[in-house]
């Protein structure tokens, strides 16, 4: 493909060239995280600022890693995971945001996903729509043992009680009553919330399963504004029976497009709330700070990096040559 870069040596978009850039890549989707990721790298620097994509690179465990952001959706994602696959990265770790969909999944909580619903129209581009987009198992599994090493209770989506044959339904006691979110004796307890979901706040809870992406955000939070309504809301209720955990934008497209580059790909996500909540009238308040999230896809990275120098290391015990 033509460069249309002015600097043939660098990437058009993102302006990154061979030796910018490790192996290893977390992805935020706000340019203005990268900077507050790279701080948990060693010696970080600021390599690349072009359009969404901000770049920086340090180190971890001795090895290289970057932050680049993706802007928002898919198609910004699938054009830094392109170049970052020609200047040499082959492990992509998105770190971001979501909404939660299960009732059970509460503003603050983390959510790791294994695969993603292919709602946007990027990944349609690279593949059928039959073939599914998932994350890689080596980094799901590194993203699972970090979070558990730091306190998280990690669950899978089958063990939300709706799907564990519990009769009482999310939100019955709280039927009918008006909860404001913005006011209580504490700012983080909203009026008419149980005192048992602030208690529940203490215990900090992963959930593993399957992500919803889109492409309209305003199309997932006012659908009955669409004209095209009648899909996006029976969508939607097909998406929260299957146990979808969360809703975001990103993460099909960077599990089909790693698919295509035979990369890994995985994702960690905070949910800042849960609109479902808000419709059963529950506890709901917004949360905006990433950094478990981001604490714990560095230290799966971490550990990416040490599981692959002893794979490496085992493979020249026995003669082989990786690369």
Same mark, same amino acid.
């Given at each position: 493909?033509?460069?249309?870069?002015?600097?043939?040596?660098?990437?058009?978009?993102?302006q990154?060239?061979?030796?910018?850039?490790?192996?290893y890549?977390?992805l935020?989707?706000?340019?203005?995280?990268?900077a507050?990721?790279?701080?948990?790298l060693?010696?970080?620097?600021l390599?690349?600022?072009?359009?969404?994509?901000?770049?920086?690179? $340090? +180190?971890?465990? &001795?090895?290289k890693?970057s %932050?680049? !952001?993706?802007g /928002?959706?898919?198609?910004?994602?699938?054009?830094? =995971?392109?170049?970052?696959?020609l200047?040499?990265?082959?492990?992509?770790?998105?770190? $971001? +945001?979501?909404g &939660?969909?299960?009732?059970? %999944?509460? !503003?603050?909580? /983390?959510?790791i996903?294994?695969?993603a619903?292919? =709602?946007?129209?990027?990944t349609?581009?690279?593949?059928?729509?039959?073939?599914?987009?998932?994350?890689?198992?080596?980094?799901?599994n590194?993203?699972?043992d970090a979070?558990e090493?730091?306190?998280?209770?990690?669950?899978e989506?089958h063990?939300?009680?709706?799907?564990?044959?519990?009769?009482?339904?999310p939100?019955?006691?709280?039927?009918g009553k008006?909860?404001?979110?913005?006011?209580g004796?504490?700012e983080n307890?909203?009026?008419?919330?149980?005192?048992?979901?602030?208690?529940?706040?203490?215990?900090?809870?992963?959930?593993?399963g399957?992500?919803?992406?889109k492409?309209?955000?305003?199309?997932?939070h006012?659908?009955e504004?669409?004209?095209i309504?009648?899909?996006?809301?029976?969508?939607?209720?097909?998406?929260?029976?299957?146990?979808?955990?969360?809703?975001?934008?990103?993460?099909?497209?960077i599990?089909?497009?790693?698919?295509?580059?035979?990369?890994?790909?995985?994702?960690?996500?905070?949910?800042?709330?849960?609109?479902?909540?808000?419709?059963l009238?529950?506890?709901?308040p917004?949360v905006h700070d990433t950094d478990?999230?981001?604490r714990?896809?560095?230290?799966?990275?971490?550990?990416?990096?040490?599981a692959?120098?002893?794979?490496?290391?085992?493979?020249?015990?026995?003669?082989?040559?990786?690369?």
């Open positions: 493909m033509k460069n249309y870069s002015k600097n043939a040596s660098k990437q058009y978009h993102t990154l060239g061979r030796g910018d850039v490790g192996r890549v977390l935020p989707g706000d340019p203005k995280r990268c507050k990721i790279a701080a948990y060693d010696n970080a620097v390599i690349a600022d072009s359009r969404e994509y901000v770049t920086y690179t $340090g +180190t971890l465990e &001795g090895e890693v %932050v680049t !952001s993706t /928002i959706g898919g198609p910004s994602a699938a054009i830094a =995971m392109e170049e970052l696959s200047c040499g990265a082959d492990t992509f770790l998105r770190v $971001g +945001t979501c &939660g969909m299960q009732p059970e %999944v509460r !503003s603050g909580d /983390i959510v996903a294994t695969g619903v292919r =709602m946007g129209g990027t349609k581009e690279y593949v059928p729509i039959e073939y599914p987009a998932v994350a890689s198992y080596r980094i799901t590194a993203l699972a979070a090493d730091m306190g998280f209770v990690c669950k989506f063990e939300c009680s709706a799907y564990v044959g519990k009769k009482d339904k939100g019955e006691k709280n039927k008006k909860i404001d979110n913005n006011k004796n504490n307890m909203a009026v008419g919330a149980d005192s048992s979901e602030a208690e529940d706040e203490k215990v900090k809870v992963c959930h593993i399957v992500v919803q992406c492409d309209s955000f305003f199309g997932q006012e659908p504004e669409m004209p309504c009648y899909e996006l809301e029976n969508k939607w209720r097909a998406w929260k029976r299957m146990g979808c955990l969360a809703s975001e934008m990103e993460s099909a497209t599990f089909i497009v790693a698919a295509r580059l035979r990369a890994r790909a995985g994702t960690c996500l905070l949910v800042m709330a849960n609109q479902e909540r808000e419709k009238g529950l506890y709901n917004v478990q999230a981001i714990i896809a560095v230290e799966a990275i971490r550990r990416l990096i040490l692959d120098r002893r794979e490496m290391e085992d493979l020249q015990k026995d003669g082989f040559d990786k690369t």
